[in-house]
Structures are given as C-alpha cells and as structure tokens.
C-alpha cells in the first residue's frame, strides 16, 4: 500500500506560483508514475501533470496543454517526494489538487485518473482574479 499526502495548496492572485508536494510512504515510488490531477466544482477530475519512470535515472514528463510552461513537475527521491511547481496562476487554475500514484501507468494511460490506484486526499488552490 502507498499513501499519499498533499501539501502546500492555497489562496494567491493571478500571476502568482505555489509550490504543491506529495509525500509517499508505506513504499519507495522512484519506480511509480505519479500523477497530478485536479478537479473543479462541477467538473470531472483531470490530468494536470505527470512523471514515469523509464528505467535507469530516466523520468518521463507530460503535462496538460493548458498548464505547459507554467507548470514543472518533479521529484525528489530521497524524500520519496514529488513536487508540482505551478508558476503564472490563473483563475482557471482553482481546484482541488490530487496526487496520484500507480506501477503500471504507460504513456498512453497517465492522463486516465481511473489507471491509478493511490490517491491523496487532495488540496484547494484558488487563484483570484
């Protein structure tokens, strides 16, 4: 089992950056996908960003067309860690945020909310305008 905990959602204007972190335990995740997902009232969770693992020191990155050059995710192994880094802040950016993790994620699945398995409990940002 893995579990997941969000930190570092909450309120900034537009153009601002917050710093979103997902801290794993109960088992090393260097070799899981993991995802960042939001969802908005009224609206399905979606795909944000996320990064897999390609063997060796190798992650592979995607990202959400609407958060391309704004967004950076990466990872931090030694703390079992993964960071979103949310620069540009738009209030279309308001929602919940979602950590996500899974083993057997491929690039044609990590957009899929439904092909991970671990889930955290989720943090609110909301961007003002």
């Known amino acids: 089992q893995v579990q997941l905990v969000e930190s570092g959602g909450g309120l900034v204007q537009a153009g601002g950056s917050l710093r979103l972190s997902c801290a794993a335990s109960g088992r090393t995740v260097s070799s899981y996908a993991m995802g960042w997902f939001r969802q908005a009232p009224g609206k399905e969770r979606e795909f944000v960003a996320g990064t897999r693992w390609s063997g060796g020191n190798t992650y592979i990155a995607d990202f959400a067309d609407s958060v391309k050059g704004r967004f950076i995710i990466s990872r931090d192994s030694s703390k079992n860690t993964v960071i979103l880094q949310m620069n540009s802040l738009k209030p279309e950016d308001t929602a919940v945020y979602y950590c996500?993790?899974?083993?057997?994620?491929?690039?044609?699945?990590?957009?899929?909310?439904?092909?991970?398995?671990?889930w955290g409990q989720g943090t609110q940002v909301t961007v003002s305008s």
């Open positions: 996500a993790a899974d083993r057997e994620i491929t690039t044609a699945t990590m957009k899929d909310p439904n092909e991970y398995a671990y």
